[in-house]
C-alpha cells in the first residue's frame, strides 16, 4: 500500500506538472497571437489582452488534458523505471498490475474533477471571453472566417442572421447582418447592426443600417426584429453549429444555408452570399 501511495503521488505530480507546463505554453502562444491581431485595436492594453488570453486557456487546454495525463504517466513510469524503483517494487511482490493501480487512480480522479469542476470554469471563462473578444477586437475580426447563421420564423415571415461572434449563451451576436423576407418568401431588406441582443420574441439589433430593393438606406439607433427562437435555441443551434467540423456536417451546414437562399426575387448565388457581397434583385 505504501509504495502504490508512492507510485500514485509520482504519477500525480508528473501529471499536474506536464498540464501547468502545456497551460503555461498555450497560454504565451495564444497571448502573443493575441498581440499580432489587436496592433490596430484601439481599446486594447497588455493587461486586457493578458485576461482575454488567461480566460481561452482553459478552454484549449482542456482538449490536450487527456494527453497530458498519457505523457505524464509515461514519464513517471520511465523515471522510476531508471532509478530501479520499479526493480524494488518487483522484488517486494508487487505484481505489474498492482503498479498500474495508481495510474488507473489517478485517470479516474482526473477525469472526475474536469468534468464536474474543471469544465464548466472553463466554459464560463470562454463565454466572458468571447464576449471580451468582440468588445476588444472587434474591428480586426471582420475577416474571421467562424460566422454563425441562425434562420427564425416570425408572424411576418422569415429572417436570416449572420452573426461573426456569439457571447451570453446567444442572446447577444456582434457584427449582425439580418436578411429578412416576407411569407411568401420574397426578399425585403438587408440589416447591418453592430450587435443584437436577443429578448422574448424579438432580436433588438443596434445601430443598424436598413436597406431595402430600390430605396435609400435608413439608420435607426435600434431595430426590432420579430423571432420565434428562445434563448435555448439559439444557444443550441450556435452550440451544434460550432462543434460542426467534419466534412458531411459541414456539407449539411452549408445547404441548410443554401436552402435559406432560395427565393426567386433574390437573384443572388450562394457563393457571393456566404461571402459577405449580396447583390439585389433586378
Known amino acids: 500500500m505504501t509504495l502504490q501511495l508512492y507510485i500514485g503521488r509520482r504519477i500525480a505530480a ?14 504565451v502562444v495564444d497571448f502573443v497571437e493575441l498581440l499580432r491581431r489587436a496592433s490596430d485595436a484601439k481599446d486594447s492594453s497588455i493587461a486586457t489582452l493578458a485576461l482575454l488570453s488567461a480566460e481561452r486557456t482553459p478552454a ?12 505524464a504517466a509515461i514519464a ?15 522484488a517486494a511482490g508487487m505484481s505489474i498490475w498492482q503498479m498500474l493501480v495508481p495510474a488507473l487512480g489517478a485517470a479516474v480522479l482526473i477525469g472526475v474533477v474536469a468534468t464536474t469542476i474543471y469544465n464548466p470554469i472553463s466554459a464560463n471563462l470562454r463565454e466572458r471571453s468571447t464576449a471580451l473578444e468582440a468588445r476588444v477586437l472587434g ?16 408572424v411576418d415571415g422569415e429572417s436570416i442572421l449572420r452573426a461573426r ?25 438587408r440589416v447591418e447592426a453592430t450587435r443584437a441582443v436577443l429578448a422574448p420574441g424579438y432580436w433588438t439589433l443596434e ?12 439608420a435607426h439607433d ?20 460550432r462543434r460542426c ?8 451546414s452549408h445547404s441548410g444555408v443554401r436552402q435559406a437562399f432560395r427565393s426567386p426575387v433574390l437573384n443572388c448565388s450562394f457563393r457571393r452570399c456566404w461571402h459577405g457581397r449580396c447583390c439585389w434583385p433586378p
Open 222 to 241: 435600434a431595430y426590432l426584429l420579430p423571432t420565434n427562437l428562445t434563448a435555448n435555441q439559439v444557444n443550441e443551434t450556435l452550440t451544434r453549429r
Open 245 to 252: 467540423r467534419s466534412g458531411p456536417c459541414r456539407a449539411r
Open 14 to 27: 508528473a501529471i499536474l506538472l506536464t498540464f501547468l507546463g502545456t497551460l503555461l505554453l498555450v497560454f
Open 60 to 71: 484549449v487546454t482542456e482538449r490536450a488534458l487527456p494527453f497530458a495525463v498519457l505523457f
Open 165 to 189: 461572434v456569439s457571447s451570453d449563451q446567444g442572446r447577444t451576436l456582434e457584427g449582425v447582418i439580418a436578411f429578412v423576407f416576407s411569407k411568401d418568401g420574397v426578399f425585403q431588406e
Open 76 to 90: 513517471a513510469f520511465l523515471q522510476l523505471s531508471r532509478k530501479l524503483e520499479l526493480v524494488v517494487a518487483r
Open 207 to 218: 445601430n443598424a443600417r436598413v436597406m431595402r430593393p430600390g430605396r435609400e438606406t435608413e
Open 139 to 154: 474591428a480586426s475580426m471582420s475577416g474571421t472566417p467562424a460566422q454563425r447563421y441562425i434562420r427564425q420564423r416570425s
